[in-house]
């Protein structure tokens, strides 16, 4: 089932004055906005405005699926709590539309969440470019927006361009953006967010994970928090604890080369080979794996097998860890590439829906494939360790995935050869990043 944010706002320069309003359809997997929606709609109050976004970014959300599950953030206490049936509504001019918003999706396919103005400049933005078209005499139009605009200026301000393949950076992690704090609780016939578990943060952050969705859609009513001296909250139980290898090296990686699905397939180097022993001597001396998971390309099955010789497992191939498809990248430096097929490199970086020269898999595809395999994995491996042997993307992804961390964060994470990381998923749909590069084993 698909899965949708929607952002809302509205103003009034006057209240009621001027007014218009703002929304915003957005994949909770990548972050990109999916439909955007503003107009001038004359003198009206705050209020109304706000109303008149809501159901203009649930009818876009519609539109892209009537079948979506949405979640709507709004920095609107009044209409989160009046939707949410926490709040009776009384202003005659309410009614009508809080009806009218009602009636556009099914009510157990949405939910509503409260956020900081602040959390919801994309569409503030909009509305407020729609209260500047109407001073102007015009409507909003989707080619003269910026709103769309602040995700890439503050990533250009965050850090410099990458200058390699993702994974081969010099920088490190990066700092990432936390999760949003706090949840909604639920009205009649309206589910709310499930709340944190220790020390973690809420399902729903800048960006959702795609399964968190589905957590919402049949999640329990929230556990009040705990009282002073009664410990961290209700115990969820043993997690399932993945435990993230990168196959060893072969020898396109000391060369920094796209290697992906649609290469050579490369076996292990020497070096990668030694690599893959030391990791299997450093799993067995902690004694936790379970079971041996990889991906199906050469590099990592070599690895997994040394890992699970030397525990006494056997390993399943899962397709869904394989590495994405870099297309007509393969075999090329980053510099190669950039220099052959330099209008796609860029495309490729400004946007995770942008794929690859010659058909090979985005970012966002990568991603909608590694949250289904981490699902599956997850319900027939609950409160195991598992060791999943795969690759850049697909490690960088389940870390950035649990961390709640914006697409570029892929770009600012180092992943070295043969490196560990690790997540534990808890039974409240929450995660905890609990290791990440380990390389301690190889010195």
């Known amino acids: 089932m698909p899965k949708f944010v929607v952002e809302a706002d509205g103003g009034s320069r006057g209240n009621p004055g001027p007014a218009g309003y703002g929304s915003v359809v957005l994949d909770p ?43 709507v953030r709004m920095d609107s206490k009044l209409v989160v709590e009046q939707m949410s049936g926490r709040w009776k509504i009384k202003h005659p001019d309410m009614k009508p539309l809080a009806a009218e918003a009602a009636k556009i999706l099914p009510r157990a396919q949405v939910m509503y969440e409260w956020i900081p103005r602040e959390k919801n400049k994309h569409a503030d933005r909009l509305a407020n470019e729609a209260m500047d078209a109407g001073k102007r005499g015009k409507q ?67 960006l959702a994970d795609p399964a968190d969705l589905d957590a919402l859609a049949t999640a329990p009513a929230p556990v009040p928090a705990p009282a002073a001296g009664q410990g961290w909250g209700p115990d969820m139980g043993a997690p399932a604890t993945f435990v993230l290898l990168r196959h060893g090296e072969t020898a396109l990686t000391p060369q920094k080369r796209f290697s992906g699905s649609g290469g050579s397939d490369p076996e292990l180097s020497e070096a990668g080979r030694r690599q893959a022993a030391a990791v299997a001597e450093s799993l067995a001396a902690r004694g936790t794996v379970e079971a041996v998971i990889s991906s199906p390309l050469r590099r990592c099955r070599e690895t997994a097998q040394a890992v699970a010789d030397r525990l006494g497992l056997t390993v399943t191939v899962e397709e869904g860890l394989r590495e994405v498809d870099f ?40 991603t909608r494939r590694i949250s289904a395999t981490r699902d599956r994995l997850l319900a027939e491996h609950a409160g195991r360790t598992v060791l999943l042997v795969s690759h850049v993307t697909p490690v960088k992804i389940l870390v950035r995935l649990a961390l709640g961390a914006p697409p570029e964060a892929l770009f600012r994470m180092e992943l070295s050869a043969a490196s560990l990381s690790a997540v534990a998923y808890y039974a409240d749909g929450n995660a905890s990043v609990r290791l990440l590069n380990d390389t301690s084993h190889l010195r």
């Open 29 to 71: 997997a990548t972050g990109e906005t999916l439909a955007e929606r503003a107009e001038y709609i004359g003198v009206a109050t705050n209020n109304v405005a706000e109303y008149k976004g809501l159901i203009a970014g649930l009818r876009a959300a519609r539109e892209l699926d009537p079948d979506a599950v949405v979640l």
């Open 327 to 366: 297309g007509a990248w393969e075999g090329l430096t980053f510099a190669e590439a950039r220099e052959r097929f330099p209008a796609d490199l860029q495309a490729w970086l400004d946007s995770p829906r942008a794929a690859p020269t010659g058909g090979g898999e985005s970012f966002a595809t990568a």
């Open 140 to 206: 909003w139009e989707p080619a003269n927006s910026s709103a769309a605009l602040d995700f890439s200026a503050a990533r250009a301000l965050a850090a410099p361009p990458p200058a390699g393949p993702p994974g081969d950076a010099a920088a490190g992690a990066a700092a990432v953006r936390a999760a949003l704090a706090g949840a909604s609780g639920a009205g009649p016939g309206v589910r709310a967010a499930v709340p944190a578990a220790a020390g973690t943060d809420t399902l729903f952050g800048d």
